[in-house]
């Protein structure tokens, strides 16, 4: 086990000191607006699902980060997949277990459940 150290009078562990391994960043959103619509339920949706795959912070897998807003409120909840840039409405539990087993898992983009830009 390793210890706890203190630096300028905060607990730090060296594990806390790295980027855990990952290939996307997954960020959702629970700012109020997001929150209103479901949103903490469906974080533990995402995790949970995630954790049946075994994808969160392992090679190949998902960075997972809540965030406040993200904007568009509208069209929320939000999450966004990184590094490709997608933006997500997730609006039921089978929204996010589709877009963790097609492409987080699978590799593939849900085109139609993206949020579209409009002019």
Not at 35 to 44: D, E, I, S, V
Not at 89 to 98: E, L, N, P, T, Y
Request: glycine share 8%; net charge neutral.
């Amino acid at each position: 086990m390793t210890d706890i150290i203190q630096i300028d009078g905060v607990d730090t562990h060296p594990d806390w000191s790295r980027i855990p391994d990952h290939a996307h960043h997954v960020l959702l959103c629970t700012g109020p607006r997001c929150t209103q619509r479901g949103a903490l339920q469906l974080w533990k949706t995402l995790r949970r699902r995630l954790l049946e795959h075994r994808r969160i912070e392992v090679p190949g897998g998902v960075l997972l980060t809540r965030t406040h807003c993200q904007f568009p409120c509208n069209l929320g909840p939000v999450l966004t997949v990184y590094p490709q840039r997608c933006w997500y409405g997730v609006h039921s539990k089978a929204d996010v277990i589709r877009l963790v087993d097609v492409h987080l898992v699978g590799g593939e983009v849900v085109d139609e459940m993206l949020i579209q830009e409009r002019s």
